[in-house]
């Protein structure tokens, strides 16, 4: 059986291979070699490589991401269909979406035998990418937001569109179910692995939020509908030179979700908390502006203040459960965004905006 461009391993980036991606754009382009640049493994194993071709137009440069080496990581991807779904987003989702990504080049999934997306590196346009553990200034943060406020706003309440269904749908719940069923396991390991970097009063509250999780994702969705990132932090961002734009990576976790949430775990994780604390009031106070200015009614302050605290617990269960887990993120980077995301949750007493 004939499987396209879909392959397991880095080993299987033949020029063959290039050739099969670089026909459904240009059949005359000849393909003549193929080096692997790196290879990194964590939620997706994600290599870079150089192609050469004889093409002035098509990139050289490209980042391929497979499903994962590392069996934990696979273990916890694959039931949701991870990389499937961010395949899929980019094949059907991506052209409307109002913001910078990197150009895709091909990008296939089938079941039973796996996904494999191929994008344009970023560095072939100047991209410069950002990394899980930077920390972003007000400026910065400010070019985010008014993104994330944009990206928002063009899909709001749009969950009933027939083209977005599927964002809600199976694989979605599914992943929650099984977030929910490992919750309590994962949480106390993470907390364990986390050591003195979680406040011990936090402790208590975090396994009552893992214990009620199916409860609190009720309450999280409660709210109107757009599409959402759902994993916005530093190390899916990337830039300009100049840092004038700021473009997203990673769109595994796309789903229909609350806007808000974006918000949250963006600046619960890639502002040190010092930063955060002084300036998230005028960030938040700058995302409802926006909307407000893209036709989009009945945005209070104050409650979305009050939304922007429930959702700050997601971002603090995400790092956790990352570390629980193992080989998805640089370990370091992970306990910085633990630290960070614990600061959050502490400072604004997260854990009382849920209907535990």
Known sequence: MKHGILVRKPSDLTVDWAQQVVNQHDSNVIVTGVEIVAVEVGTTTRVRVTVDHDSAKLPKSWFVKLPSLAWRARMITSLPRLLHTEVRFYNEVARSVPVTMPVCLA?????????TLVLANITEFQGIPSDSGDSLTRSQSVLVVEQLARFHGHFWNTGHHPNHRWLTGSVRRLEDSLGSALAVPLMKRGLTLAGKTIPSALHKPALRYARNRREVMRFLTQ??????HHDCHSGNLFWNKDKSYVGFLDWQLVRMGEGVSDVAYFLA???????RQQHELELLAIYGQILTANGIVDINNEALVQRYRAHLTYAFEAMIITLAVGGMMDVEHNLELIRRTAAAVDALDAFSALPL
Do not use: C, D, H, R
């Open 269 to 275: 994780t890639a502002l040190k908390p010092e930063v």
């Open 223 to 228: 709210a109107p509908q757009t599409l959402i």
């Open 107 to 115: 990008a296939q999934s089938q079941f039973g035998y796996g996904s």
